[in-house]
């Protein structure tokens, strides 16, 4: 009987280390992980260089009424057409200083983190003045640099509302992922225990929210 209580006594010493010991090792993890991940700051993935056309045509009119109807005659001076090229830098970024244990989820021996929401900065636009195509028709005048500061702008709102719908965060959670991955595998997990996500898929409208347009 005296062995069978040292026995039941020596078992129960061993559980009650290894709960303990498991216990603190995914309390201490957790704090390890917030700290390192936090201090990356903010932390650029991707970027990406875009190319538009710009294009623009127009007629000579002669406008105004008679008897209250209005009337638009285009005038035989010949159609002008211009098209411009247009280089845009777009770089795609995670900002880690607000990232807290809410962003992690501990699942056995697993790790999720949840990625805070992306970040798109337009760094810069340029025209490629080498590539610019005009045609000017003989009784026409050329483009003012008026009219093409004004088409240049165009071509930048352009490039700004077709960013959404691109797809961007895809590229750049996989290159957070390749991030911060190693980081977490010198804790201690195994690549197969990571997981790097978003907190969800966003919409086109969700991402306009989250483009940085910084002027040339």
């Known amino acids: 009987m005296k062995y069978y209580n040292y026995f039941f006594f020596v078992l129960w010493s061993m559980l009650a280390i290894s709960c303990g ?49 209005k009337y638009n005659i285009d005038l035989p ?17 995670v900002d880690f200083s607000d990232f807290s244990e809410s962003n992690v989820r501990r699942q056995g021996d697993g790790v999720e983190i949840i990625l805070p929401d992306p970040q798109f900065e337009l760094t810069s636009t340029r025209v490629s003045h080498d590539e610019v195509k005009q045609y000017i ?41 390749r ?20 907190r969800k898929q966003f919409s086109p409208r969700e991402l306009s929210n989250f483009l940085i347009s910084v002027s040339n």
């Open 179 to 198: 991030v911060l991955i190693p980081m977490l595998r010198q804790m201690g997990f195994e690549e197969d225990q990571i997981t790097v996500t978003f």
């Open 21 to 69: 010991a498991t216990g603190e090792d995914d309390g201490d993890a957790l704090p390890e992980i917030v700290t390192q991940i936090q201090a990356q700051g903010r932390l650029y993935s991707t970027e990406y260089q875009l190319h538009k056309i710009i294009t623009q045509d127009d007629t000579k009119q002669l406008q105004g009424s008679v008897f209250n109807q």
């Open 137 to 177: 028709p003989l009784l026409r005048s050329n483009f003012s640099d008026r009219e093409l500061t004004a088409l240049a702008q165009a071509g930048r709102a352009a490039i700004e509302r077709d960013l959404p719908k691109l797809n961007l965060t895809e590229p750049a959670r996989q290159n957070m992922a």
């Open 77 to 93: 001076l010949g159609k002008r057409s211009i098209a411009i090229p247009i280089e845009a830098t777009v770089k795609a970024y």
